[in-house]
C-alpha cells in the first residue's frame, strides 16, 4: 500500500505543473548533451584526420598493412626524407589537435550540469513513472473508445496533434495492459499493431515476439469468455443495495454508463425538462436585475441539475487559478485521507479572508444560489457549518471516479453531522446538502462531469456553473446523485467547488418529512 501510495504521488505530480518541469528538464538536458556532442564530434573529426594521414603512408608503401615488417619500414618509410617531414608534422599539428580536443571533451563538467538539471526540476522520471503514465493512456482508450490507429496517428478524440505512437510503444501498451489484467485492451492494440504495414525499421525477431503475445492474449480472451460490451443496454436509475464494501455501492451499469456518457452519448431520453429548459432569473435579487442569471436545466426534479452559465469572467477565472497555484497539493479522499486511483488530481482549499479574488466569488455563489456558503457572510454561523473554497486540477488522464458528495451516504434522515475540531464540545454541522461546481477553463477533450444513474453529463465550460443537490427533501442521500469527473483527454481542466452545509442552509433549503 505504501508502495502504491509513493507511486501515486510521483504521477499526480507528473500531471500538472511538474510535468512542465520535466518538459523543460529534458530541454535543458538535450542542449547541455548537444554542447557535449559538438566537443565529442571535434574530437572524432582531429583523430579521423590524424588516422587518414598515417594510412595514406602505409597505404603507398605497404598496400594499407601497417603491420608491414621493419625492414620495410626503414627502408621505405623511414628513409624517406618526405615521410619524416610529414611525421614530425602530425606530431605537431594534427596530434596536438586531437589531444587538445580530446581536453576538451569536458566529461566532468557535463555530468556536473546533468546532476544540476536534474536537482533543480526535481529529477528524472522513473520506471514507476512510466507504467502509471502508461495505465493513464489505456483508461483514456477504454474510457473513450479510442480507436487505437487514429490515437497512434496522433489524433486524440476529435483532435489531431503532431504526436505519434511508434510500433514499440504500442508493444509496450500491450504488454501492460495484459499485466493490468486486461487481455481485451491488449488485444485491441496489439492486434492495431499486426496490421500495421511496418513501415519503420522495426526489428523482424520483435515483430514475431509481438505477434506470439497477441496469439497468447487472444487466448485469454476466449478462456474468460469475455461479453461483447458494445451490445450492453443502458439501465438507469439502477441503485444496488445498502453495503458497507466501496466497490459493491456501483453496479455494472454505472460503469457502463458512466463510459458512455464520457464518450458524449446522452442517455436519458425525453425528460420532462421545464418549459423552456433555459432561462433568464433574478433570484429575486436587485443585483440581478439588470444582468439576470442564465440558467439551464439539465435534469428536473426531483434529481434536478442546474448550469448557470458565465456566471464568471475570464478574468475572474484567471484570477482563481492564478490563486490556488501556491496552495496546490496532491488530492486525498476519504474520512482517511488516502491518495486514491479514484481521484487523480491536485486541489487547495482556500480559506476566507486570504485572497479577495475568493472573497468575491464567495459572495457571488450566495447570490446566484440562494444559499449560504460562507461563514464571512453570516456572523451567525459556525466555522464547521460552511466549507472553504476548494480548486482542483487536472492533468492529462486525471480524473475522479464514482462517488457521492456526502460525508455519511447511508444516513439516516435524522442523522445530524457534528464538528470535529473541538470533540470535547461539538457542535451540529450537517452533511454536504448541495454541491456548485464551477469550471475554470475550456477543456480541448474530455473531463465532462457524468451522472451515470440519471444518464446526463455537463461539458465543461469556462466561466459556468453546475449544481446539484445530494440530499433529498427529506434528509436522506440521493442515490441518484452518484456522478464522476470523466478523465481529461486532450489539455487540462481546472474547476473550484463550493459545498454547502445542511445546518447553515436549515431556513434556505428546509427539509420535508414524509416517509
Known sequence: MMKLVVVLFIFLSFQTNASIDKFRLEAELVSTMEVFSGQLETALHAINTYAEEV??????????????????????IVGNPIYNYQLLKR??????????????IDVKGTAAQIKKLKKKYGGLPNEDDQNISGKTLLRLIETYDLDIEGLANGIIGGARTGAKLSEGDLFQLGKLASLSRNSEMSVKILGALASKNHSET????????????????????????????????????????????????????????????????????????????????????????????????????????????????????????????????????????????TRVSRTAFIEDG???????????????????????????????QFEYLQLAKYGIGGHFYLHHDPMFVYRDSEFVAKSI???????????????????????????????????????????????????????????????????????????????????????RRPCRKSR
Open 55 to 76: 594510412h595514406k603512408v602505409y597505404l603507398s608503401e605497404c598496400g594499407g598493412d601497417e603491420n608491414c615488417s621493419d625492414d620495410v619500414i626503414s627502408e621505405r
Open 91 to 104: 606530431s605537431i599539428v594534427f596530434l596536438k589537435k586531437v589531444e587538445d580536443s580530446i581536453y576538451d
Open 202 to 341: 522495426t526489428n523482424s525477431q520483435e515483430r514475431l515476439k509481438a505477434e506470439s503475445f497477441l496469439k497468447m492474449e487472444q487466448r485469454k480472451v476466449k478462456l474468460q469468455d469475455y461479453k461483447d460490451k458494445s451490445g450492453a443496454e443502458y439501465v438507469l436509475g439502477h441503485i444496488p443495495p445498502k453495503t458497507n464494501v466501496r466497490e459493491a455501492m456501483f453496479s455494472e451499469h454505472d460503469h457502463i454508463n458512466y463510459n458512455a456518457l464520457c464518450q458524449g452519448t446522452t442517455l436519458a431520453k425525453q425528460l420532462k425538462l421545464s418549459a423552456p429548459p433555459c432561462f433568464y432569473s433574478t433570484q429575486n435579487h436587485a443585483y440581478y436585475i439588470l444582468q439576470p442569471l442564465a440558467i439551464e436545466e439539465v435534469y428536473p426534479e426531483p434529481h434536478r441539475i442546474l448550469i448557470y452559465h458565465g456566471v464568471l469572467t475570464d478574468t475572474e477565472t484567471d484570477e482563481l487559478a492564478a490563486a490556488a497555484t501556491p496552495f496546490m497539493k496532491t488530492s486525498l479522499i476519504g474520512s482517511a485521507k488516502e491518495i486514491s486511483e
Open 354 to 384: 486570504v485572497v479577495d479574488i475568493v472573497d468575491r466569488v464567495n459572495r457571488k455563489i450566495n447570490l446566484m444560489t440562494g444559499l449560504s456558503g460562507t461563514k464571512v457572510l453570516d456572523p451567525d454561523g459556525r466555522k464547521e
Open 421 to 507: 475540531e473541538n470533540p470535547s464540545n461539538p457542535y451540529n454541522t450537517g452533511d454536504r446538502m448541495s454541491t456548485l461546481m464551477f469550471y475554470l477553463n475550456n477543456v480541448a477533450e474530455g473531463g465532462y462531469t457524468a451522472f451515470p444513474r440519471l444518464g446526463v453529463a455537463v461539458r465543461p465550460e469556462r466561466g459556468s456553473a453546475v449544481l446539484w443537490h445530494n440530499l433529498d427533501p427529506e434528509g436522506f442521500s440521493d442515490m441518484h446523485m452518484l456522478h464522476a469527473g470523466c478523465p481529461v483527454l486532450l489539455g487540462s481542466k481546472m474547476v473550484a467547488n463550493k459545498w454547502f452545509r445542511e445546518v447553515a442552509n436549515g431556513f
